[in-house]
């Protein structure tokens, strides 16, 4: 069992800025993948981004490539999605699950989720 923890959301102004942070306390993720997703009223979870924590290799969908980075600190067992450029479209409650090894963006393939941290991207 794998417990992870999301936390960085808030309000900012399209444009801004925000750096979201999951964390596995007490676990090595060391065998594992993080894919962030992220879920808007009245629409479906769609994935964003995944890290291996063995090798660091990334995956992003095309909306947010370019804008987002996501990186991890195997030491802290912590994972970094740090989101520039915030458009309104980005509005959501974001998530981040983990998988054992492969790195993938379908949310049905992983096992174990945090609760989520809403982001809102308002004028």
């Known amino acids: 069992q794998v417990q992870l923890v999301e936390s960085g959301g808030g309000l900012v102004q399209p444009g801004g800025f925000l750096r979201l942070s999951c964390v596995a306390p007490g676990f090595t993720l060391d065998y594992y993948a993080i894919g962030w997703f992220r879920q808007a009223p009245g629409k479906e979870r769609e994935g964003v981004s995944c890290i291996s924590f063995s090798d660091g290799s990334t995956y992003y969908v095309d909306s947010v490539k370019g804008r987002f980075t996501i990186s991890r600190d195997s030491a802290k067992n912590t994972v970094y999605l740090q989101m520039n450029s915030l458009k309104p479209e980005d509005a959501a409650v974001y998530y981040c699950?983990?998988?054992?090894?492969?790195?993938?963006?379908?949310?049905?393939?992983?096992?174990?989720w945090g609760q989520g941290t809403q982001v809102t991207v308002s004028s």
């Open positions: 699950a983990a998988r054992r090894f492969r790195c993938k963006v379908v949310a049905g393939m992983y096992d174990y």
